[in-house]
């Protein structure tokens, strides 16, 4: 049998949840998905359909954005620092800072600002760093370089035959599925 290398995007969170240490019903998240719960804001059950840099289509959150960093070393502290915030109020972050931060030079038609980015947040969930020196929304061709941690629990594979800008599922984990660690129940709000 023949292996093959990997060139699209690889899973994060809990698409590659592999801790047998985890206590029995503890709550898992990416830093995405913890962010989330402690802004109190509802997840969002669909989402725009957009195509990565990959070429794939992807389900994404409405205003989904991203910080950006002048440096790795930035973004890396900055990722850290609030994983740590979050595991201190007791969230499983199952995200490494390096699997999240990427330079943005992997996006040569984005024409971002600063050369490095952070994780994919969903709208509502900025925090404040004075390490971010900027934000960037998410598009089409601005997220997924092959290579890169796609954040399957924000965005998840457009269904078949769905054309960009198309409204889609979000298949990640949220919403009735509560496979991020969210209740099956949600209030009737979105986007925080």
Request: net charge neutral; glycine share 14%.
């Amino acid at each position: 049998m023949r292996s093959r290398a990997q060139s699209g995007p690889q899973l994060s969170g809990i698409a590659r949840l592999t801790r047998p240490t985890v206590a029995k019903g503890a709550a898992l998240f990416s830093i995405a998905g913890a962010v989330l719960a402690l802004s109190g804001c509802a997840p969002e059950d669909e989402g725009t359909v957009l195509e990565g840099a990959d070429g794939q289509k992807y389900v994404v959150p409405d205003n989904a954005e991203r910080p950006m960093y002048d440096s790795k070393e930035d973004c890396i502290a900055d990722v850290s620092a609030q994983i740590q915030q979050l595991q201190s109020q007791g969230k499983t972050i199952t995200d490494t800072p390096e699997s999240l931060c990427e330079q943005s030079s992997n996006y040569p038609n984005a024409h971002y600002s600063h050369p490095w980015l952070g994780p994919i947040l969903f709208a509502g969930t900025r925090w404040n760093s004075p390490s971010v020196a900027g934000w960037s929304p998410v598009q089409n061709g601005n997220f997924a370089a092959s290579g890169s941690n796609l954040q399957s629990d924000v965005v998840s594979p457009a269904p078949a035959g769905s054309k960009v800008g198309d409204r889609a599922p979000l298949k990640g984990g949220f919403g009735s599925s509560g496979k991020s660690g969210f209740a099956s129940g949600k209030s009737g709000s979105t986007g925080g």
